[in-house]
């Protein structure tokens, strides 16, 4: 099928919404998705997306176990339990996801859930003007674009032919809503900071909005609070004083890249840095890091961009993985975000402080 075919297919299956959106480069609502693991999505239950390429679906927790069937990106499975296996190559985690099928090496599958939500009938209004902050809570939902992409992960997908989606644990802000003629609500989505130009439609059940009180400070008045990030342990440890209040695994810079040459630029930089800039979620661009789209709970420390961030494209915390960032499972993430000077709300869900001196961030010191 050449790609005029597939988007004359993929604007046939929308209905009602072609019609009332021409041209659309890319659309599907979302669905509760099937596959050859699960008839549909059950609500409320915990499901593994497959985020890292093929993976295989192995008899037992090992890597040398035999192979019932490969699976690929976006394949979204039952997450029965974690048990503990083999670290493929005797490094990294020992945890493999027991399936209907069998087991799969659990950094290869995102933990996801399917908990849909009740549309508004209209956006909240805030001093900037009307719009939330939403929390994609769904395995993934389908994207539909009235516009040629601006963003290179959007047109990448494009070019390859790939549907184009968001994914669970993505924050984005959300500016403005629809009700389509079969009473299906969208949400419009335009990332506050990093974007490009893009204006993303998504189906308002995939997109849970974000109260102020889920975000508030931690420990707002505490004294003397710093973070250890360990690059040898892979872990990261919040302080109060000398009382430790949270830890957590993380992926820090890779200095090596998947064909074992040594890549110093990937590396996280050690040292104490002052936290300076703080964002509910950021579009991260560049010829380091990639193009990563609605990165939550960013909390920038170092030169480059070099930050704590929510991570929903790998599940390797504990080994090292980013291209200089401190990656945290969201949970992980979000904590830490609220946790850390300075405070910031969901208005404008972002803040500055680089020019203060002395620095009034919370200090991260990195250390090998």
């Known amino acids: 099928m050449n790609r005029r075919d597939f988007l004359k297919r993929s604007a046939l299956g929308l ?26 999505w059950q609500v409320g239950e915990k499901f593994g997306r497959v985020c890292q390429g093929k993976v295989d679906i192995r008899k ?27 670290a493929p190559g005797g490094y990294g985690s020992s945890r493999w996801v027991e399936t209907p099928d069998g087991y799969i090496y659990a950094s290869r599958l995102q933990p996801v859930w399917n908990k849909p939500n009740k549309p508004l009938a209209a956006l909240p209004v ?32 494009i070019k390859a032919n790939l549907p184009i989606r968001v994914y669970h644990n993505m924050i984005l802000y959300v500016d403005d809503l629809e009700v389509q003629p079969d009473g299906t609500t969208l949400y419009r989505v335009n990332e506050r900071y990093g974007n490009p130009g893009d204006l993303l439609w998504v ?16 420990h707002p008045d505490a004294a003397d609070k710093h973070v250890e990030v360990n ?7 919040c302080y109060e004083g000398k009382h430790e209040v949270y830890f957590c695994r993380v992926s820090s810079g890779a200095k090596f890249d998947s064909e074992g040459n040594a890549v110093d630029v990937w590396s996280t930089p050690p040292g104490q840095h002052p936290v300076y800039r703080k964002l509910v979620a950021l579009h991260m661009s560049g010829p380091k ?10 909390s920038i420390f170092a030169q480059g961009g070099v930050s704590i961030h929510s991570t929903y494209w790998h599940n390797y915390f504990g080994v090292p993985r980013s291209h ?6 969201p949970d992980d993430a979000k904590w830490v975000w609220r946790w850390l000077y300075p405070s910031v709300g969901g208005e404008p869900g972002d803040i500055d ?8 961030g919370t200090m991260v010191n990195v250390s090998e």
């Open 15 to 40: 209905g009602g919404l072609a019609l009332l959106h021409e041209p659309v480069y890319r659309a599907r609502p979302w669905f509760y998705g099937k596959d050859a693991f699960t008839s549909d």
């Open 60 to 86: 037992k927790p090992f890597s040398d176990s035999e192979s019932v069937k490969s699976i690929y990106d976006d394949a979204v499975v039952p997450w029965l339990r974690e048990v503990v296996g083999e």
């Open 126 to 157: 805030t001093p900037t003007g009307k719009g939330m902050w939403v929390e994609v809570s769904v395995p993934y939902s389908e994207i539909i674009l009235k516009r040629p992409a601006s963003s290179m992960w959007l047109k990448e997908k």
């Open 203 to 218: 189906n308002a059940e995939a997109l849970r909005p974000i109260t102020e009180e889920e975000i508030s400070p931690i």
């Open 231 to 237: 690059l040898t342990r892979q872990s990261l440890t």
């Open 289 to 298: 890091t990639g193009d990563w789209p609605a990165v939550g709970w960013t």
């Open 324 to 329: 200089g960032c401190v990656n945290c499972a």
């Open 353 to 360: 402080v680089s020019g203060k001196w002395p620095p009034v």
